[in-house]
């Protein structure tokens, strides 16, 4: 079918008390696992393709676009193309063409000040150019080239009056939220602040996305959804997933063929459960 704006999705997903599930795509088994496993569920899910991975792609955004598209399309579930933390400006204005119908911008390195003026920048852009935008306010940590960030620390939580001005000042049409969690978690341990998701659900006008939720155990997570958020991000399971099913078939067959469907089916499984956590089901 078509391709879903990822805003449709969410809006959906949020009028039935429910979270969308947003997960990054770094080759094209990634894209067709996850595919097939939001069929296997009937539920709909976001196929996001973010900076680096473009990176790892050489630097091309267009082919693993497209490729990524192209299973979209060929799936029976509703599937959208999001294009994820990019601070790239050439990324963001390359995004309409490629078929992204989102684009998280990424200024969360930046002052208040340079984060609020260059978001506020892209939302302008991506409105005119059909784009749902995402964007984070707080510290969620974890991305590649940063330290390691204590997601407990004080200062790193995002505070939901200023996450109400920096709505109202930008424009966005979902907010990424520090609550807890923090990125490439490779253990489910993360215990995320309910109270304040509860808070910043009430004084926030637009979704809420929790990044980081790899590192977050199903009760978390479905505790998440009841509190207000409503796009769940997940990339690190997935990898993990995905290369745990490597090691045990890599050494002794030279043929890629074999280990990449166990790979594949590896992340379809995860992918699966994912969807059906923040389902409700």
Known sequence: MPLVPTGELVTEAAA?????????????EHAEAVATAAEEAGLPAVLQISQNAVAYHGHRLGPIAAATGAVARCSTAPLALHLDHADSWELVEAAPAEGFGSVMYDASRLNAEENLRRTAEAVRFGHAHGLWVEAELGRIGGKPGEPPLDAHAPGVRTDPAEAAAYVKETGVDALAVAVGSSHAMTERSAALDHTLITALRSAVPVPLVLHGSSGV??????????????KINIGTALNQAFTSALATHLTDHPDPRPYL???????RGRAHHFLTVLSGV
């Open 217 to 230: 155990p199903d009760e978390e997570l479905a505790h998440a959804v009841r509190s207000g958020m409503t």
């Open 261 to 267: 469907s166990l790979a594949r089916a590896a992340v």
């Open 16 to 28: 039935a008390g429910r979270a969308v599930a947003a997960f990054n795509v770094v080759t094209l």
